[in-house]
């Protein structure tokens, strides 16, 4: 599950020039033609360029006076085009729901904006009527939990601007395994406007408690496979996993008989063992080390097991991004991703934290989930949440006391991770754990699967939904995330009865007309720029369809078949321009 934390705003920013067009890429598509020779640029001029522009062209970006942007990353496309994504600050005070992207030519002129607020940002109200000091009272007391110190913020979230403080909370209660939220109190009337979790939980509590109901144990088979005889010369390792059987590890060579568990080919991934605390600290985990490069005997009772199926999940999913999109890293800065596995005491969840910037696998409870969630899928989930907090940051509409979450913006994350992490398992194409269009397949729930692409509505423990409606606003987000999901999986695949795989497909649509897919390379292509160039944290369905279109411009063109496709799959889960609502945000 998704739990995002509410971010708050650094002063200085590192910009980052992040080229990562899809040109020569297997998912590349042609050219739209092409571009006029233009000026040499760098990131700054790019950056300068863009924010010049935001002010200029106030009455669509929406930048007023007293704002300030701060770039977080720069895009820059193979056909010319640009793209600056800034998040906000008002009168010195970070604007939580104010990022925008701006869009420019080759030639770094104005080419429009994609903006989270459709409003202005200046509250009515510029002084507190709170301290900070009872602002973290009342954090502390609702998150039951160690405050931290209270900032002062603008909440231009869900169509409003007003003063408020955001406070962290840590070792708090009412988080599973006593992770840290963040609480956003209102400066004036001390109303609690948000309260999140920090960690993105792959299970929700919504369902974990239907699972209780029940009486379903989940004890997924694993894929267990004899471990290789010959040791090679090189830290080029092998790893029995609980799931995934017998793989390959890169491993870094420490010593004439010594190895540990961390991929310099990979910028330095690596896993290690919270030894069943609740570390939230990657430094403090205790590093794998082998004499003989051999990890893991595919039962859970050799500790390094887990770790495998970690490692390799880990690397599988980086391995997908940076052969399919050049992306460099989940946040796309060259940097290793990190996990823990033997996370706390009978913790039956795994969690993207973006606080640590890892991984962390539980055991399981020993009671309903008898296996640690290293599964492949659960980590391309997982990491590709990391991948959304690196780029749109979508957010939920609210959580509720329990900590489910709800909004269209939460559902579509949640079905961004599953898109994604459904072509992680078709990228690895491990035998053990055939790729296929759904997700948790191997947990071994009684309907033999958590979710899938093709007919959401099929998984009935989460109530996931076919089509939008007006509802759609309201719904969990593990529900609502099939609509969008649903439409990615008729623009790659199409409508109708199919058999891929070992896996048989029936996808309706709502209007009862057929859908032509145009392949899976191409819809990821396409949702992955629209992602990366064309989303921001408010971005709901309608939105989506904007930016799935506009990625389909970029890639093959307005009077493209592609184009057309895109169109269609999202009328076939009833998200139109008719029906697009009048007031969003």
Not at 54 to 83: N, Y
Not at 214 to 219: A, H, P, V
């Amino acid at each position: 599950m998704r739990r995002p934390h509410i971010r708050s705003l650094a002063v200085a920013v590192a910009v980052t020039t992040a080229a990562t067009g899809l040109a020569g890429t297997a998912f590349a598509g042609p050219s739209t033609g092409k571009p006029a020779q233009a000026p040499a640029v760098t990131a700054t001029s790019v950056v300068d360029a863009a924010r010049t522009a935001a002010f200029a062209h106030a009455a669509a970006t929406g930048v007023a006076q007293g704002d300030e942007l701060h770039a977080q990353d720069v895009l820059i496309d193979p056909e010319g085009a640009r793209h600056v994504r800034f998040v906000r600050a008002h009168q010195g005070m970070p604007v939580l729901g104010g990022d925008l992207v701006v869009h420019l030519t080759e030639r770094l002129t104005y080419a429009g904006v994609t903006r989270a607020a459709d409003h202005q940002v200046d509250p009515a109200a510029t002084r507190a009527r709170l301290t900070a000091r009872q602002a973290e009272e009342k954090a502390a007391t609702v998150a039951k939990g160690d405050a931290g110190p209270a900032e002062l913020v603008v909440d231009a979230r869900d169509g409003a601007a007003a003063l408020a403080y955001q406070v962290q909370v840590t070792d708090s209660a009412t988080t599973e395994a006593g992770g840290s939220r963040t609480v956003v109190v209102d400066a004036l009337t001390g109303k609690v406007r948000s309260n999140t979790p920090d960690s993105d939980e792959f299970l929700s509590p919504r369902l974990v408690d239907t699972l209780r109901e029940r009486g379903e144990t989940l004890d997924p088979a694993t894929g267990t496979a004899p471990q290789a005889s010959a040791l090679a010369a090189t830290a080029n390792g092998t790893g029995t996993s609980l799931f995934a059987g017998k793989v390959p590890l890169t491993t870094t060579k420490t010593g004439s008989r010594s190895y540990l568990l961390k991929d310099p080919s990979r910028w330095g991934t690596e896993t290690r063992d919270a030894k069943g605390q609740e570390l939230e600290n990657f430094a403090r985990g205790k590093k794998f080390t082998s004499t003989t490069n051999k990890w893991g005997n595919g039962a859970v009772s050799n500790r390094a097991s887990a770790a495998v199926d970690a490692q390799y999940g880990i690397t599988k999913t980086l391995d997908f991004y940076k052969k399919t999109f050049g992306r460099k890293g989940i946040a796309n800065n060259s940097k290793g991703a990190k996990a823990m596995v033997h996370f706390g005491n009978k913790v039956a969840n795994a969690f993207w934290d973006p606080a640590c910037g890892c991984m962390l696998y539980g055991d399981g409870d020993g009671d309903m989930f008898k296996k640690p969630l290293v599964v492949l899928d659960v980590t391309g989930h997982e990491l590709t949440h990391g991948v959304v907090d690196a780029t749109a940051r979508l957010e939920p509409t609210r959580v509720d006391a329990d900590g489910n979450q709800y909004g269209e913006a939460g559902s579509l994350n949640e079905s961004l991770a599953d898109i994604f992490g459904s072509n992680v398992e078709f990228s690895a194409n491990n035998a053990k754990n055939p790729p296929n269009y759904l997700l948790g397949e191997k947990l071994g729930l009684d309907q033999k699967f958590l979710r899938r692409l093709d007919k959401p509505s099929l998984d009935v423990l989460e109530g996931a939904i076919d089509y939008w409606s007006p509802a759609a606003y309201d719904a969990e987000v593990h529900a609502g995330s099939g609509i969008s999901s649903h439409a990615y999986y008729l623009l790659a695949e199409g409508s109708g009865r199919k058999k891929i795989g070992s896996v048989t497909y029936d996808s309706p649509t709502f209007d009862g007309l057929p859908v032509k897919g145009i392949g899976r390379a191409k819809a990821t292509a396409i949702y992955y720029r629209a992602l990366t160039r064309y989303m921001v944290s408010t971005t709901d369905f309608h939105d989506a369809r904007v930016a799935t279109l506009k990625a389909a411009k970029d890639l093959y063109g307005a009077g493209s078949a592609e184009y057309r496709a895109v169109d269609r799959s999202w009328a076939a889960v009833n998200v139109t321009p008719a029906n697009t609502p009048a007031a969003r945000h």
